[in-house]
């Protein structure tokens, strides 16, 4: 069956699903979709804010009753609904696949164990309570943006790696559509519904060159999500600081509604008026950059000190840019990985590079053999058999990448990789292969470095 590793570092892992209803519902951009029903609705509605923290536990306070987290969403007669209407795979191949492994897949993050809380006071307190940590400051704030099919625990590797480290790791379930099912709350109902993936190709738009400049009304659309998302990261962020700050959750609720000690979560023991982290894949980094790049006057501001962004796509965003905040000063350091296809994809990394060159304090990274879903569980989650032998090495050197930038030691982390040169080759293909297939010189989890203007 299907395994995740469980997180290496110091600390366990819990994880607790919240949902933020947003009232009243907004509607984002002029698009719309037709409903099974043939009903004409606007394709993008800001109902509800969902997101799953991933946070340290201290390990002598676990009990056998916490489960682990399910990384696939119940119902699953549902989600395989949604996996069939993504991928355009029959059902009736996803359910035997999900039913056998699927429903035992699971992330290894305690549902709902009260967190580890770190507090300001540095003098180490032996009289207190084991969920309380007066040893250092407190946790690290990161936020994370999935990628197109994602989904909140479609990066549990990354995300329990860096929760097992000491931060606190806000993994958004972004409700536009690119997610393969999700369940937001009706404003009109008050009731939950599946929300499916919606497919470019299904929206309707009119004068899309008038209202977005872009020429092609998919990457309209994207825009129009870009806006949607932007919304949800500010929002989720917004209400989790409330949340430990002050101890006031307002309308935060737990997505799965089972008893919650709201209480733990109070005491300002996790650092969100400063040094917060975004980190997005492929799409996701498109919604970093449109975080990292406010105009004046925005009202969305986070105070970001990292925006790390794993194989980025950029269409989405109109030329030129994206460009650092103008009004932050200094701007966040800024890394960027990529895979080896997207380096690869010429007039793409040509405006890849032209946008890390305008941050002050940049870097620009590839990994070799790496591919496009390299940063999400899904290489890994195969059992070693049928697994490759890639998948684990690459996301190992992922891991390493992301929290030594996070924590400010890129430089002397990079020093311990196997660092190449860019060399591209072109090996022996099949006889009727008409096109002969690129690739970069050198080894599964090698890197090369493009750009490198981090110190520590």
Not at 192 to 214: A, C, L, M, Q, W
Request: net charge neutral; charged share 20%.
């Amino acid at each position: 069956m299907p395994i995740l590793e469980n997180p290496t570092g110091p600390y366990a892992v819990g994880a607790v699903t919240f949902t933020l209803p947003v009232r009243p519902t907004r509607v984002i951009g002029s698009a719309t979709v037709r409903t099974e029903t043939g009903e004409t609705v606007p394709a993008l509605r800001l109902e509800e804010v969902s997101f799953t923290a991933y946070y340290p536990v201290s390990p002598t306070t676990i009990e056998s009753r916490w489960n682990w987290l399910n990384w696939f969403p119940r119902p699953l007669a549902e989600t395989v609904r949604g996996y069939s209407h993504f991928s355009g795979v029959s059902t009736l191949l996803l359910w035997p696949l999900v039913l056998f492994f699927g429903s035992r897949l699971k992330v290894p993050a305690f549902v709902n164990a009260p967190p580890l809380q770190r507090i300001k006071d540095t003098r180490v307190d032996p009289t207190a309570p084991p969920n309380r940590d007066s040893s250092q400051g407190p946790w690290p704030l990161v936020m994370f943006s999935h990628g197109l099919g994602g989904g909140r625990t479609t990066y549990s590797q990354l995300c329990t790696h860096l929760a097992s480290s000491g931060k606190v790791v806000l993994a958004l379930e972004h409700r536009d559509g690119t997610s393969p099912i999700t369940w937001p709350l009706s404003g009109e109902t008050g009731k939950r519904y599946p929300h499916f993936y919606v497919k470019p190709g299904d929206v309707i738009r009119d004068n899309v060159e008038e209202t977005s400049g872009f020429h092609d009304p998919r990457f309209a659309f994207r825009a129009d999500q870009l806006e949607l998302r932007k919304r949800e990261v500010y929002l989720s962020y917004s209400a989790f600081r409330e949340l430990v700050q002050t101890g006031e959750r307002g309308d935060l609720q737990t997505m799965d509604e089972l008893p919650f000690n709201w209480a733990s979560w109070a005491g300002d023991w996790v650092r969100c008026d400063k040094g917060v982290s975004l980190v997005g894949h492929s799409f996701g980094g498109a919604t970093v950059f449109a975080m990292l790049s406010l105009k004046e006057g925005d009202i969305l501001r986070i105070p970001v000190s990292h925006g790390l962004v794993l194989d980025p796509w950029l269409d989405p965003i109109l030329p030129p840019g994206p460009a650092p905040d103008t009004i932050q000063n200094p701007s966040p350091k800024l890394m960027v990985i990529n895979a080896e296809g997207f380096t690869l994809w010429t007039e793409h990394f040509k405006r890849v590079e032209e946008v890390v060159s305008a941050w002050p304090e940049s870097a620009l990274l590839t990994i070799i053999r790496g591919q496009h879903n390299s940063f999400s569980d899904l290489p890994v989650m195969p059992p070693i058999p049928i697994r490759k032998s890639t998948a684990r090495p690459i996301m190992n050197v992922i891991k390493t990448l992301t929290l030594s930038f996070l924590d400010d030691q890129l430089p002397s982390s990079v020093n311990r990789l196997n660092v190449r040169k860019l060399e591209i080759e072109y090996p022996k293909s099949r006889p009727w292969s008409k096109n002969p297939k690129r690739r970069l010189v050198g080894n599964a989890g090698d890197i090369i470095i493009h750009r490198f203007g981090v110190v520590e």
